[in-house]
C-alpha cells in the first residue's frame, strides 16, 4: 500500500480556501470511486510549517497513471481545478510505500 501526498504552496493568505477547494476535490475522486478517502490540512498558520501550505494525502493499493484508459474524468474536475488556479502557485507529489498495519 502507498501514501501519496500533494502539496500545494498557494498564495498568500489563502490557505483556507484554497483547502476548501482542495478538499472539494478529494470528495469528488471519493465518490467517483477512484480514490480512497483523502485528508487535507495546512500549516504556517496557527501551527508551524511552511507558510500558504496546503496538503492533501490518500492511500494507495498500488501507483498507476492518472492519464490510463480507464481512469474516467468526473464531470466538475474542470471546475474545481478552475477554482484552485486562483490559490495556487505551485504543487508537488511525493509516494511514499507503507508498512504494517494501517
Known amino acids: 500500500m502507498f501514501l501519496v501526498r500533494r502539496t500545494f504552496k498557494v498564495k498568500k493568505g489563502t490557505?483556507?480556501?484554497?483547502?476548501?477547494?482542495?478538499?472539494?476535490?478529494?470528495?469528488?475522486?471519493?465518490?467517483?470511486?477512484l480514490r480512497t478517502h483523502s485528508r487535507v490540512y495546512i500549516s504556517g498558520s496557527t501551527v508551524p510549517?511552511?507558510?500558504d501550505?496546503?496538503?492533501?494525502?490518500?492511500?494507495?493499493?498500488?501507483?498507476r497513471s492518472a492519464y490510463r484508459s480507464d481512469n474516467p474524468k468526473?464531470?466538475?474536475?474542470?471546475?474545481?481545478?478552475?477554482?484552485?488556479?486562483?490559490?495556487?502557485e505551485e504543487t508537488s507529489i511525493e509516494f511514499?510505500?507503507?508498512?504494517?498495519?494501517?
Open 15 to 33: 490557505s483556507r480556501k484554497a483547502a476548501d477547494v482542495i478538499s472539494q476535490i478529494g470528495t469528488m475522486y471519493e465518490e467517483a470511486g
Open 49 to 51: 510549517g511552511p507558510l
Open 53 to 63: 501550505t496546503v496538503y492533501m494525502d490518500w492511500t494507495e493499493e498500488a501507483l
Open 74 to 88: 468526473p464531470p466538475q474536475e474542470d471546475e474545481l481545478f478552475a477554482k484552485l488556479r486562483e490559490f495556487q
Open 96 to 102: 511514499y510505500e507503507m508498512y504494517g498495519e494501517s
